[in-house]
């Protein structure tokens, strides 16, 4: 079952999807045959990491 954040579906990939698109600074599954449900996440995975970076004070 998918997890509900501000509002916004995330498919359970979203764990692993939102650090590589937080170092990439982009998606990275745009070299990749990515399924419209991976597209979907990374806007909200951009989002999350950048929360999740301010509230943890991660380097």
């Given at each position: ?9 995330m ?7 939102a650090?590589?698109l ?5 998606s990275?599954?745009?070299?990749q045959?990515a ?13 999350l990491?950048?929360?999740s970076s301010?509230?943890s004070?991660h380097?």
């Amino acid at each position: 079952m998918e997890r509900i954040s501000n509002g916004v579906l995330m498919p359970p990939s979203h764990d692993f999807v939102a650090p590589l698109l937080d170092l990439k600074g982009n998606s990275i599954f745009q070299n990749q045959k990515a399924s419209q449900a991976n597209r979907v996440a990374i806007i909200p995975s951009k989002i999350l990491c950048q929360w999740s970076s301010s509230s943890s004070n991660h380097p």
